[in-house]
Structures are given as structure tokens and as C-alpha cells.
């Protein structure tokens, strides 16, 4: 049973877009905020977007700036990855953890949800 469940993932081609969810569990609900990081096969998790639980401060990578938007419903207790202008290095697996984890030490990250962007 994981914490985060991301969901929204899919095979998609450049230029479109996909909206990611991460559902928090009782147990995460005192996250102060939440993080997007992705994974390509072979490479380390990278920081994509940071939203704190208030919604007033967002973080993105300049890699997704001005593509991605991050936020947070608080009824549904759901983050939220909007992605836009998908290109073909966003492809990877996405998953939702703390902003402030140490991606080499992380451990929790659970399944993720796969994102293709192919032609």
C-alpha cells in the first residue's frame, strides 16, 4: 500500500498533453508539499515541480517551465501535473513525493505512472 498513487500517465505524441494525479493517503496528508520527479530508464530521479500544501509558492524545473503547471486540490486531497508541449525527453516515469527528498537515499517511491512521448 503506497502513500502517493500517481495516475495519468500514457503513451502520448510531441506536442500534446497528459495530466498526472497523485492521490494522498491519510498517512501523507501532513506533507508540507508536493513534488513531481521523474525517472528515464537508466538515469536517477530528477525534480520536475514543487507545490506547497497552501498553494501560494510553485517550483519547476527550467526544463517543464512554461509547460507544466502543478497544483493542488485540497477537497481531493489530489496534486495535480499538467503537461503541455510534451516533448520527447519528458518520457519516463513520474512520481510524487516530498520536494525535498534526497532522490539518492529515496526509497518510497512506489510504481509511478509511465509517460511515452513518441512520433
Known amino acids: 500500500q503506497l502513500q502517493l498513487a500517481e495516475s495519468g500517465g500514457g503513451l502520448v505524441q510531441p506536442g500534446e498533453s497528459l495530466r498526472l494525479s497523485c492521490a494522498k493517503s491519510e498517512f501523507t496528508l501532513n506533507y508540507y508539499t508536493i513534488g513531481w520527479f521523474r525517472q528515464a530508464p537508466g538515469k536517477e530521479h530528477e525534480g520536475v515541480s514543487c507545490?506547497?500544501?497552501?498553494?501560494?509558492?510553485?517550483w519547476y524545473a527550467d526544463s517543464v517551465k512554461g509547460r507544466f503547471t502543478v497544483s493542488y486540490d485540497n477537497a481531493k486531497n489530489t496534486a495535480y501535473l499538467q503537461m503541455n508541449s510534451l516533448t520527447h525527453e519528458d518520457t519516463g516515469v513520474y512520481f510524487c513525493?516530498?520536494?525535498?527528498?534526497?532522490?539518492?537515499?529515496?526509497?518510497?517511491w512506489g510504481q509511478g505512472t509511465q509517460v511515452t512521448v513518441s512520433s
Open positions: 507545490i506547497s500544501q497552501s498553494q501560494g509558492s510553485t
Open positions: 513525493a516530498p520536494c525535498g527528498v534526497n532522490v539518492k537515499e529515496y526509497h518510497d
